[in-house]
């Protein structure tokens, strides 16, 4: 199956900064990216289908200027998360599917605003 | 996209088989049926898909019947490893998909 990596896998940031966190396939161009949070002892939450080369699709009640997402590449896209907040430290996982038979996972980034 | 419903937990011991049942009463022509496991702190990870029937490979067994309205996870003789969380997952393929709570296992000594 495809190989997905994110960067970086665990991030500590003050409150009110901001945090960039990269997704990459590594063996398949990627038209569409999805996004997703978990917190702790709960499931994984959708937040966006991130588009190449268009803008992002939310979903409802993730707000689009915090969580700001790039997909400028068929193998790139990031999520940055702006003036984070102690609310936003969660786990966040990254998936490509696009052309595969079903979908592939990032390893996670563990994101803690202090 | 069709919901799912799981049972929240499930215990088990070493060398059991454990069958983890997912309901999805409204799953649609097009849906498959795709099980993940999620260790702690890890992204989730594929163990098996199906449309109909059975299908099985290395690790689990998938079985579905006829109506689709049900499918159940066979893992054959677990052991403490697949200790984690199972998602049972209902949509076209390629599509965002919603997760559900999941079913976490526990398989004690």
């Known amino acids: 199956g495809a190989v997905v990596s994110q960067h970086p896998s665990w991030v500590i940031c003050k409150s009110g900064t901001s945090v960039k966190i990269e997704c990459r396939s590594l063996?398949?161009?990627?038209?569409?990216m999805f996004w997703y949070r978990q917190f702790p002892k709960q499931s994984l939450m959708l937040m966006a289908t991130?588009?190449?080369?268009?803008?992002?699709?939310?979903e409802q009640g993730v707000e689009k200027d915090k969580f700001l997402i790039n997909h400028a590449s068929l193998t790139l896209s990031t999520l940055t998360v702006t003036s984070a907040h102690p609310e936003d430290s969660s786990f966040y996982i990254c998936?490509?599917?696009?052309?595969?038979?079903?979908?592939?996972f990032g390893p996670g980034t563990r994101l803690l605003v202090l | 996209l069709a919901k799912t419903t799981q049972p929240i937990s499930m215990d088990s011991y070493e060398g059991q088989e454990v069958n983890i049942t997912c309901s999805h009463n409204?799953?649609?022509?097009?849906?498959?049926i795709t099980w993940y496991q999620q260790f702690p702190s890890q992204g989730p990870r594929f163990i098996i898909q199906?449309?109909?029937t059975k299908v099985t490979n290395e690790v689990a067994s998938l079985f579905i019947p006829a109506d689709r309205k049900s499918s159940t996870l066979s893992l054959p003789r677990v052991s403490l490893s697949d200790t984690a969380v199972y998602y049972c997952?209902?949509?076209?393929?390629?599509?965002?998909?919603?997760f559900g709570a999941g079913t976490r296992l526990t398989v004690k000594p």
């Open positions: 991130s588009n190449e080369g268009s803008k992002a699709t939310y």
């Open positions: 409204n799953i649609a022509t097009n849906d498959y």
């Open positions: 998936s490509l599917g696009s052309g595969l038979e079903t979908q592939y």
């Open positions: 997952l209902v949509g076209d393929r390629n599509n965002d998909m919603r």
């Open positions: 063996d398949f161009q990627a038209t569409t």
């Open positions: 199906g449309y109909k």
